[in-house]
């Protein structure tokens, strides 16, 4: 099955610094890289998403690459804020799983002010 | 964005109680709803996938007649933990699918259970 790898597990950044956490899939029939943040004791906010036909997506100051060749995609932070502190998960999905997605284990981003 | 609920948000309850979550798709239609168990600083483990007016799919290792899911229309879907024990206290989570191509999943806030 998909296998799904993200690293940093946690990260600190000054605020106004860049941040960016990066994953890697294993099945290349997959087509669909979500990113939700996770705030403490919430659930998961999806915060941009991007498809297999797109290599960069970009919303104000965040935005996603995807590697199709090397299986791999990003999130990129620009201008970080303290509220931008939170666990990132990232995820990938194939039509055929089901209508699941497997999910990275998360990076705990921490902006210091 | 489209909006999920889950109600209760936070429930303490008695050792061999039930327990019952409710997961509600405000604004769009959920053919599919997912049921998450999220322990403190770790990922989200999925525990099964449901989809209405059918029988849901649990994954590997989580009983089924322990983790009761019914997903009777298009906008709720409920998780009940039977017979609740201490090692049941976790965070759960629904998630509900838009019936998009891709798997657009939109969560919900989360229900803290803590079984005494």
């Known amino acids: 099955g998909e296998n799904v790898e993200q690293h940093p597990s946690t990260l600190s950044v000054q605020e106004g610094d860049s941040a960016v956490i990066k994953c890697t899939y294993s099945?290349?029939?997959?087509?669909?890289f979500p990113w939700y943040k996770q705030e403490l004791g919430k659930g998961p906010q999806l915060i941009i998403d991007?498809?297999?036909?797109?290599g960069e997506k970009k919303d104000q100051r965040i935005a996603v690459t995807l590697n199709k060749t090397a299986k791999h995609f990003s999130l990129h932070i620009t201008e970080t804020q303290p509220e931008d502190s939170a666990v990132y998960f990232c995820a990938a999905y194939k039509r055929t799983n089901a209508g699941k997605s497997t999910f990275g284990d998360g990076t705990t981003l921490t902006v210091k002010p | 964005g489209a909006v999920v609920s889950q109600h209760p948000s936070w429930v303490i309850c008695k050792s061999g109680t039930s327990v019952k979550i409710e997961c509600r798709s405000l604004d769009f239609q959920a053919t599919t709803m997912f049921w998450y168990r999220q322990f403190p600083k770790q990922s989200l483990m999925l525990m099964a996938t449901?989809?209405?007016?059918?029988?849901?799919?649990?994954e590997q290792g989580v009983e089924k007649d322990k983790f009761l899911i019914n997903h009777a229309s298009l906008t709720l879907s409920t998780l009940t933990v039977t017979s609740a024990h201490p090692e049941d206290s976790s965070f759960y989570i629904c998630?509900?699918?838009?019936?998009?191509?891709?798997?657009?999943?939109?969560f919900g806030p989360g229900t803290r259970l803590t079984v005494l």
């Open positions: 099945d290349s029939a997959s087509n669909y």
């Open positions: 449901s989809n209405e007016g059918s029988k849901a799919t649990y």
């Open positions: 998630s509900a699918r838009t019936s998009g191509s891709y798997n657009e999943q939109f």
């Open positions: 991007i498809r297999s036909n797109v």
